[in-house]
């Protein structure tokens, strides 16, 4: 899942479908390890229980009292929102638009978008910017907690790729970050997901 | 500047050229010992360092050593451009020129050094140089067998004159391509003063090659096949500069063809324009050269000698040479685009013209009558001083030492009276290829001071992202300022709050204190005995004798100095407000003044369009072989830069139509009596809020009949024979629609003027053409000032917003309040259908689905608008104004967004939807077909959920209604039970949110009705109420309410509750 993340970041081009391919057979691979490691298979390497993959820093959020982590690179902004400007006809999620330096962006309400229950006030909506090659969108979630870096146990990786992806479209895995010596869990946010899927794309037209 | 901070500057300078000699000393050096790999390098250093001690120099009138660094640079830009080698002789004199100048700073530390021997040893030595190698190529071309002699005996003597030996050596060639008449000119002048010879030129002119006697002779040809391969960054930045001097040589040669029709005496500004041309050729040529794009060096070279020629030596300017200057220019611009680009061929007929118009000019400017000749006040007064045959020489073109004079006198304030008090100029002479004629003729090339200044204007390019973003960031401090000056009108009001608040506590004091003396005098004794008494005083004193203290005394005077205290800090307050209050204001202007000017930069004037214009009408008159000039009016006008990029490709096609399809041939202009020469002219105007275009051209109209033949064919369906003549030319912008049976290689395609059309439909423009048969044919295009300056009416639709663009408003109506709730209106017997946007969009707030359609007030508006062919009458619920909008497009965001074009950015940085008209009428059509309101259903399952909140309270109600809006789900709102009926009954929601306990009706009574009511029995209703009891969930759930919860309610509570009722509405049973 590792790779999944990293195709949000700007260096790792998503759209080659080179990549998309090695991307996929290092998936079956992982998967496979972790059924032939249920079944007892000796011949695999020894598991690496300890061994911890950076990730690289994350922003984290609160979205409907889940933590969830974006990475850095696929973050423009983050802040308060001012204004928003409803427009009609629009699904429940898609709030509007706002006027960021002059440059007009579409609200989504992540909330709502996944289907939780939407926390943040009326008064204060806290936003990130999130955007790809194509994309830039900002979505309003419940509390932005700051910057992490995040970390993720080789094994675990594996395992919770095949657990998370049965389980959630837009979730690409648990993630853990140290505070005070103390390892925190975190839900990884899957922007790629988010950005490309058919509920956004049919309303946010790509924008190059 | 005053006399100390100049000596301060000029010992700066001297120390800077100081910093550079020992560089420049060791770099020579090196390529003395040949202990470099890098000459190219080493040299461009060198030039660097040299012109910047140049231009330093010059800067601050150290007037000997600017120009002394001016000849060392001539002679490195010569070397860099591959027209001179590297030899003992360069090295020697420019490191003894080093030296020089060390000298000299040194000398300038302590007195006043003579630089004027500084200048005069440095020239003497580099004229030599000069005059070695500038005669060289001449003979190196056509010398061939002798050539490898010749260059032995040159470097076998580079240190024993050899203009001497050279001279010796080519006396007895008579094949030489320099006649003895040049050589015995050249060597008079040479010996009479060889500084002011300007020998450069003898090889370009000489040969065709710019380029150097050692080199082989197909590197100095334009190979075409040849790859020209340049460093990026290099590539990069010519191609920055060659775009300003292209687009300057351009726009001279408009202003000299629109002013020139026939043969005319050169005038002054003409000398001005020839010169700005060859300046920008010059610098082209220059640049091109060391950066080794070769072809754009060989032409620029040919092509400055031809302006030489023209500036120089005519006195007659005519319609020809501007053409030769044109196409020229246009191979220029070729080859700096593109080196590769064969060229040859335009190149080998404009040498063969160029000659030929030299020639002419010549002949028929001796026959100009002086007075002819427009003189300038100056001129008159100052005549040129007459030449004598023996004045020395320079060359045509203009050498470092002008270059160093221009810069002085063009960033100098004294620049006047250098020019005035300098040495002479005008004597330059030329040898030209073809010639073995010799002209001697002056050369004007000092100008006013202002023209000078003008011509050095300075630019910066910006990338226009950057303006962009330049404009948000203004557009954000706009924002931000408006939210500080909420927060300071906040603060006012509180401060206004506070002083009133002190002004009663003050009063209250003010009241207690004379309570409190009042009521001390007739029970004196009291307080004495709390206070006074113990120091034995009470007894002794009447309290009106003395001041008889107490607590309370003493709280009410700590009270007292509080409000004292309280008075000063509000007044503080107040007056630190105010200066906020003013600086806020001050930054307000200057904001404003900051927006104002980020968006002139991106204005630009009609004339930056101009030269492709002109260049099209060339081009297609060339092809069409039709003689037309173009001339432009008013090309300064200014407009966003957007919209000329969007008009020039329609201006282009229009242009090329006009002379294709509009202008007569010659021959048959001359038979009905025309100019041979036909006349395209462009006038732009501005009318009011609108930039006006008139094209119009004296050719033969538009030809109906073809028009009308070829409708018959496109369009068997229309009534083609029914249409006159304005209807007929409207054709004209349809897509596909060409009367040329062929296409050629300008027009015939069909798809000029649906371009010219789709261009103003994005520009929010129209275009309108009128033809005579036989008169021409004038085109009108009008368009808003800016094209993000959008003409709308600000209107209000329900509680929304938003700006209608006037151009699909026709009128503004009133209607009465039946009137407005009728389907269609009737207007001068028309029926048009009334469209109630509000409703139609689903907006919050609007009087038909809120159901006060009947109680607004005494009359409404609507818009009557017309679009595409629809036409219909909007009601809105307010009109706000009309203002210029700045349209942001959706585009990179949104698309596809139903009814919204894009959006405008208020002053405040709030955001207006701008309507998209055409949209409603499809809304409208879509809704009456289904019988419901469209759109809310454009993406399927995410239809809004229409929530009625009944509730006595308005916390409740105002709470609920957040937390509803939040989820994303529409809420609306009743006070009471009778409310609820009522609005159920006017929309149906899709569920209820009930309270209990309301006056007029409580919630299980309006639960009876609605149970009575087939029609509402399955609208899920929840109660929400503070009563917890069984009995009341009972009760609830025997009158069909199916969830019941208690307040406070739980966000995740409310939201499962209402999420699970609202997709399973005909769910039975209660949720509880």
Redesign the interface.
Known sequence: MTDQLLRTSPQTPPDTHEYELLDLLKLINDELTVVLRAQGDDTLPAQKDKELDNIGSHICFELGGQLLAIPLSAVLEVGDL??L?????????LSG??????????VV?LA?FLDR????S?NRRPFLVVHDDT???LVTVDRVVGTRTLYIPSLELSKRNAETLSQAEYFAGRAIYKEQDEEQEIDLFDLHAFLSSRKLR????A?? | MTAAEQISIVTEVIQEVESYLPDMSSYLHALASSNTDHEEETGKELHRMTHTIKGTAAMVQLEELSKTAALMEDVLDDILAGQQGWNKQVIQVMSNTVNDIGSYCIALHKDTPDGVELYHTARAAFEEIKDTFSVQPAVATELSQEEGDLLAFLDGNEDDEPDDAFLQHFSGEEESAVSEDDLAMLLGSSVSDPAEIKLEELLGIESDDPGEFDSDEETVELLPSAEVSIDQELQESFDEEAEEHLDNIGRQLNELASAISERTAVSEEFRERLHSIRRSVHTLKGAAAVIGIEPVAAWGHDFEDFLDSLHDESDTISPRSIAAMQDGADILEKIALNPNVDVSSEISTLQDIFPTITADAAVNGESIPEKAVPQTAKEQESPEPALAPDIPVESGKETSEEHALHDRAADSDEGESFTDSGPTREHIFSIRKEGSAKHFSPIRIAGSKNKRKQARTRTLRVGSEKI??L??????MA?NLS?FENSSSSMQSGLNEFEITLQRLKGIVSRLETGDKQRSIPNLAAPAENSLSRYGTADEFDPLEMDHYSEFHILLNSLNEAVVDLESISSQAFGVHDSWRLAVDRQRRIVGDVQGAVQSIQMTPFSTLSNRLYKTVRESARVTEKQVRLLIEGGSMEMDTHIWNVLADALMHMLRNCVDHGIESADERLLIDKPEQATIQIKCSRQGSHFVLRLSDDGGGLNYDAIRNRALTLYPETDVEGMNNKELAALIFRQGFSIRPKVTSISGRGVGMDVVRNALDQLNGFIEVSSDTGQGTEFILSMPIAVAQLPALMVMFGK?QFAVPMRDISSVLRLSPQERQKETFTVNDESFPLLRPAEL????GSPDLTGDRDDCRDSSLALAVETSGRRGLLVADAIIGQRNVVF?????????????AG?T?LGD?????ILQTEDLFNLAETAAQCNDTA??E??GD?K?VEILIVDDSISIRKVLG?FI?????QPTTAHDGVDAINKIKERKPDLVILDIEMPRMNGFEVLQTLQSQSAYRDLPVLMLTSRSAVKYREKAAGLGARGFVTKPFK??EL?SLISSLTTQKLAKGPQY
Do not use: F
Request: with cysteine.
């Open positions: 001012q204004i400007q409803a427009l009609p006809l629009l699904p429940h999620w638009i706002t006027n960021i330096r002059g440059e007009i962006v579409s309400n709502l229950i939407n926390q943040s009326v994309i830039k969108i049919e309303i946010v037209a924008s190059h | 962009a973003e404009m948000g960031l203004s557009g954000d924002i939210s929304q969009m689903a907006l919050e942001k497009s959706l585009g990179s965001h949104l698309q596809n967004i139903s009814c919204v959006a950015i940085g709030s955001l207006v939807p759109g809310s454009k993406y995410e809004t957040n809006t939040a989820q994303g789900w966000d995740e939201t």
